[in-house]
């Protein structure tokens, strides 16, 4: 496709999570648990409320079309903040010093007095209703003449469990969210700038790292198409993809606009009341319907089972719009007769509605009250397809396809959270803000300074063990040898199922300065760090259990017994035997010892060997 | 600091310097609901005085302040439609911090006329902090055959979360219930799950911030509301409709005190209720201040000062005959305040002040349960 002619224009929201010690607006300790250590729950409605113009965000309104009781799971790391039972903390100094350093990163002019803002999220995952946010830098600078237009401070909203069911350890969580201009042309160009501001954040070494910790959200639009924003894109790799997608999606919905005009097609008529039908249907779902309205589009016959995206279509996105009432889906005749709706059934559902076969009819099952508010919502969405593209929020569904959640929210949807005083940056404060090295700046001094393998070097830079590594470097250890443990040795073990999260910094330095001294081998390093992860024992009992060391008079034993066992091969091939020998005494002396120490003693000793001969 | 709204909704604050002004758009108005009302429900009468439950956003200071009507309130909660009628009057529009003994009077008589009137039930709207203390005074203040309802948020009402829907709902399915006394009807637990009906005499706000701050102390509350179905159910004790004539006793004499007792407190602190017509003092324990304190106590009642003991512990029965101390406030004519909040007893002086000046008198009513706010027995 040639995005370019298509007048491709996209911008990104990244979000990303602090590492910081406490939440943004309490005292509680920023961690992740499990959900079967929840200590309570509670249960909450949400209302919409005007902004402080007296509007209510259409977002908001989207969402109250259901009455919806959300049910909040709470842990012994989590305080009446959290459960909006108490106003909120100043805003965490901590949180705020790790924004400004991303902001004078990217070349950022921070805001005089920054103040905290409420966005309305009626979705649950707050359980005030709205997420806290303030703006606290502008303008900042990207690679290729792209630029950033704010960063902002967040809190973190409540996780999902399923359902209406949120867990409020993630809720608070401080994170960043950086927006750019639309100044991105192709799928490519999106997710190199995505890749470029996850670096920069990394490179700050105060970040969230893992999976869920950054998000995506990806705003794209095509000439004469709209502005559709794409939520919670988590795979990086899937940022091209998710871009992709879009802009077919946008381009199909475009020509099956152009066709809808040609047909002269409409959306006229009410919903009709056909549930006595299907009185006798197969169709398990129509059946025990309370109600069944058929919507006609006129013109429609055949766009709506068009597909605008894998596993998308049309109707698809009315579904998605009649779900805001409760109901599970939609019918549409493009698909008819299937799911135990008979030709016959389609036949007469024609007759009463008086659709021919150009024209596409949707039904919709449900309660009274959800199948009015359906066929209602059915009706807008096929409208909107006569216009073209829609503005949407819209949500990532596996593999890069995605589905309506609710309209782009307007400015309604923020105001002021007056329970948090505004914080006035000085500027001078600002200018003192030392910012970090970039990783990639970093990789380079590793490969430069250390010696170490280009590729090597990138992975320690990037890797969430870097902090680890500089550390194990200034005590003492080889760059060579803390890179391979860190990165190749521990990655493996986690491979094959090792709890190495459970092995302290603490000890995995130790281990390496006792292999670096003599104390330990080489060899032995993964069974080490197995026996710590597993016993959470101090270095030195996991080196006498699994490795006790040996002395070099034991080596020399083991060396002496190894030659004399193999005397006639030994004669036979002379020096040439030190490498079959050393395959025999490393296995006897397992890791208990370097094996450089071994190789010089071994050849010591045969050479004595071979020369008493 | 001047702060700009920009298009994406974010406030910022600049430096006055930094900005020129070039016009100000007045704000666009609202369309406001038209309120309707079925007739064929019963009335029910909304006192406003202001606080959590009918707040929002002051432009000027960025503060929380009140100032919704009560019709307003209607318009927030378009549920309270489907329970009753309502008429609506303001009494004051004020934080509750900001009440007085004089507006509890307005507030009662407010009340009575509107029982009066022929209302099958009062919902008086109140800021949390002192809603007890003004509760408790119109409990004493009127007689009522009709529910008298206290209700308020704790949580502001422009936040989607606010409790104030749940809770003004509830109360008015109460005030249109079978209840006859005066109650405060707020939250009973962290969950949107029920209401507790609390008795106006023995209810205290004992959370800052939860929405279930709210208490019944020495008792149970007296009935609650089921969420979101609206049942009302009442225990036995509660008082039901129509079990008295509506009457106004409205006399108060503010010139009370009440006065928590710290360890190595001054007695010069007394100076400060000299001249005062009551005073209660909040005690430790079974009911003790200092030694020190009996001679300027005495002094103080003998220039005509009622004093009644009641107790920091909230929960329990005063009792000065166990201790010496205590037995020496006895002996200069402290009042023992029996079980009663400390906040109960300074608003049924300032009323029992109000209606009768014979020592023995004000000493028998002190003691004698009047609106439940003495329990006879402690269990």
Redesign the interface.
Known sequence: MDYEALGLKAGIEIHQQLDTEEKLFCRCPTLLRETDEHTGS?????????S????IDRA?QEEMKLAR?FCYLTYDTTC?VE?????PAPLNREALAVCLTIAKMFGMTP?????T????V?DGSN????QR???VAVNGILPDNCRIE?I?LEEEAAQRVEGDTFSLDRLGIPLVEITTAPCMHTPEDVQAVAEYIGMVLRSTGRVKRGLGTIRQDINVSIRDGARVEIKGVQDLDLVAEVVRREVRRQTELLSIREELRRRNAAVDGEAADVTDLFAKTKSTILKKAPQILAVRLRGFAGLVGLEIQPERRLGSEMADYAKKCGVGGIFHTDELPAYGVTEDEVRRLRVRTGADEGDCIVLVAATRERAACAAEQVRLRAGMALEGVPEETRKMLEGGSTAYMRPLP???????E?DVF?V?IDGALFESIETPDLLTDRAERFARELGLDPALARQVAFSERLPLFERALREGVRPTLAARTLLGTLRELARDGVDVNRIPDDEVVLLLQAVEAGRAGKEAIPDVLAELAASGSRVDAAIEKVAPSVTPEAIQAIIRQALAEREAFVRERGMAALGPLMGVVMKEVRGRADGKVISDLLKQELARFLAEG | MAVIKLDTGYNIGVSRSAVEWCERPSPPAAALPVVRQDADLPELAILSTGGTIASRVDYRTGAVTSQFSASDILRAIPGLAGIARYRTRQIAGILSENMTPALWQDLARSIYEEIRKGVSGIIVTHGTDTMAYSAAAVSFMVRTPVPIVFVGAQRSADRPSSDNAMNALCSASAAAGDLGEVAVVMHATMSDDRCAIHRATRVRKMHTSRRDAFRSIGMDPIGSVEYPSLNVSLADEAVRRGAEEAALLDRINDRCGLLSFAPGMPPSVLDAFSGYSGLVLAGTGLGHVRAEWIPALSDLIEDGTTVVMTSQCLYGRVCDRVYDTGRDLLDIGVIEGEDMLPEVALVKLMWVLGHEDDPERIRYLIQTDIRGEIRRRST
């Open positions: 509670f249960f909450r409605y949400l209302r919409a409320t005007e402080e113009l007296g509007e908001a009781l009446l459960y909006d039972e108490e106003p805001i005089e007095q920054v103040h803002m409420r966005k309305l009626i359980t005030s209703g709205f946010t303030a703006c704010t902002c307007g400015a309604a949807r923020m105001y002021p007056t505004p006035t």
